[in-house]
Each structure stands twice: as C-alpha cells, then as structure tokens.
C-alpha cells in the first residue's frame, strides 16, 4: 500500500514539473538592454561588454535580438540602424532584414564618452508603423580607469598610514600598563 501511495506522489510530482514548463528561449542575451514597444522585445549588447576607444584592430560588436512578445522570432524584420553622438549622425545603415531575430554589427568608436543606437523597426505585422528603439552605449577612453585606480589607491595609503599610527600608539599604551617607567 505504501509503495502504491509513493509511486502516485512521485508521478504527481513529476507531472506536475513537466507540465509547468513551458517555452523557454535559449538564445536570450545576456546583460542585455531591453525594450517593449508594442509586440516587440528588442534587446541589445555588446562585445565587449564595456566598449572602449580602439583602432581598426578591434572593433565592437553590437549585437541585437528581435523577438516577439511571447518569445518567438519573427522572420524577415527590416530595420535600419542609426548611431549617434552628442547630436550627430555618425552612422546610418541601409535597410537590413533580420531573417531569424538576430543580427551582429560591428563598429569602432573613435571618442569616449555617451553614444545613442536607434533602432528602427519596420512593423509590417500588426501596425504598419516604424517603431524605434533607443539604447545607450558608454564607451570608455583610455585613460578612464584612472577614475577607479587612483581613488582605490588613495584609500588603501590612508588605511596603511592609519593602521601604523594605531599600533604605534597602542604600543605606547601597552608599555605603560607593564609599570615601566622612563628613568630620569
């Protein structure tokens, strides 16, 4: 009787886990800035992740993610890709179908600093409207790193040169506890 109770709960169990699963999509990006616009998801990252200022020799790559609301890819998503800096165009690329949600572009960033990717999407499916995505790319100069080393290192002399001036004092009051007294 107990093998029979043991047997239906492990069944229960199981069932139950098999039928909570649902439609998981395996190619999300990760890190990925998001956005929703009507039944769109568009998510877009780069590699690397932090971009920084580089020759022709290392380009960033912009990767970018259509899919709709529910998770699902559209097929043939015209868009076209616009990149801007301080107000700028500095790149616009011609009309691009995005055949299976994903599409990859590369670009070098001359300058530091706050960059602007519009996305924009051509809804053929449900509005017939263009639907832009805006994202946001910080792009770090070489130099840029001096912002963390130097203050890091500033707080790391301060704890040493207090850390020394504790001990030495506490050594001081360690002394004197022992009774021993300076002779004059």
């Known amino acids: 009787m107990r093998i029979a109770v043991l047997i239906v709960i492990i069944l229960l169990v199981a069932e139950l886990t098999l039928a909570t699963s649902g439609h998981v999509s395996a190619d999300l ?10 039944n769109y998801d568009v998510e ?5 992740k932090s971009p920084t200022v580089g020759g022709s020799s290392s380009p960033t790559n912009i990767l970018i993610r259509i899919a709709g609301v529910n998770g699902d890819h559209p097929a043939d998503v015209p ?20 055949p299976s949600g994903h599409y990859n572009h590369e670009f ?18 449900y509005s017939g409207e263009v ?13 840029d790193y001096l912002y963390i080393a130097v203050p890091s290192a ?5 704890g040493i040169v207090s850390m020394l001036v504790f001990m030495k004092g506490k050594k001081k009051k360690g002394v004197q506890k022992a009774g021993r007294t300076e002779l004059k």
């Open 131 to 143: 639907l832009t995505f805006t994202f946001f790319i910080n792009v770090s100069g070489p130099f």
């Open 154 to 158: 500033a707080v790391v002399v301060v």
């Open 108 to 125: 070098t960033f001359a300058q530091a600093g706050r960059y602007v990717l519009y996305v924009d999407l051509k809804d053929y499916i």
């Open 44 to 48: 877009m990252t780069t590699e690397p």
């Open 29 to 38: 990006l990760k890190g990925a800035s998001k956005q929703r616009i009507g």
């Open 79 to 98: 868009i076209m890709m616009r990149l801007v800096k301080d107000g700028v165009v500095l790149q616009t690329t011609n009309p691009i179908v995005v």
